[in-house]
């Protein structure tokens, strides 16, 4: 409703216009409910350290903006993954026959946060995991949701999450989000990094992203943190 009527007024269509021309168009607010910890989960070593998690669910700027305010979280980074090298750019993976997903790889402290939490906020308030090769209106295969491991053990946390909440039939339509092997990640273009944080007033943003890390600070007050210092800058 909100959206709608901010879309109305005259004095905000070539806003509007701007918003939409990278994530294509504004996607329908995400429903958020804190989804159960996985009952399946990596254990938290005593001393701290750095893994990796890539994960998939639209629009890379929203899920980008909720882990960077996950604790735990050391850094997150657009881009993009299940294609190839020469492909992986923004105005190729945009045509939607790439085999790419836009997707962020996550770097954390896996004695701060483990791999299924993470997986517990990714499908609480980043994404709907019922809509295939979509959310919202953002159509296309470059917006399919993906969970891509680099591991056996984030592969068994990731499928026997996906077949506890079907179980628990917390959603109302299948589960549809893949769960395939990374091959690699490819870094997106400067102008994605860090988006949301950098353009609150676009808004896509306003109206898509930002409710997504409202969701998440009331949903996750224990894991929720204010965001970091970017050390990254605009190139171009």
């Given amino acids: 409703m909100i959206r709608r009527t901010a879309f109305r007024l005259a004095p905000f269509a070539a806003a509007v216009m701007l918003a939409l021309s990278a994530c294509q168009s504004a996607s329908a607010a995400i429903t958020a409910t804190r989804r159960p910890a996985p009952t399946v989960d ?3 070593p005593t001393m701290p350290g750095e893994a990796t998690a890539v994960i998939a669910g639209g629009c890379f700027w929203g899920v980008s903006s909720v882990f960077e305010h996950v604790k735990g979280v050391r850094q997150v980074t657009a881009g993009y993954a299940g294609g190839s090298a ?3 750019r923004y105005n190729i993976v945009s045509g939607g026959g790439t085999g790419h997903a836009e997707s962020v790889q996550v770097k954390y402290d896996p ?3 483990t791999y299924g939490q993470l997986l517990q906020v990714f499908f609480s308030v980043a ?3 019922t809509e295939l090769n979509r959310q919202g209106p953002d159509s296309g295969t470059q917006y399919r949701s993906v969970i891509f491991y680099n591991s056996p053990e984030q592969k068994k946390i990731a499928t026997d999450y996906i077949a506890q909440l079907t179980a ?3 959603y109302t339509a299948p589960i549809v989000t893949q769960v395939v092997p990374l091959k690699h990640f490819y870094r997106a273009e400067a102008y994605h990094q860090h988006y949301a944080e950098r353009h609150p007033d676009n808004l896509y943003i306003m109206y898509n ?3 997504m890390v409202r969701h998440l600070k009331e949903l996750f007050p224990d894991v929720y943190q204010a965001p970091q210092a970017m050390v990254e800058v ?3």
């Fill in 86 to 88: 020469d492909t992986a």
């Fill in 209 to 211: 992203d930002a409710p």
């Fill in 234 to 236: 605009q190139l171009h």
């Fill in 111 to 113: 004695s701060q946060i």
């Fill in 127 to 129: 994404f709907d995991p």
């Fill in 42 to 44: 990596a254990s938290k």
């Fill in 168 to 170: 628990a039939k917390s």
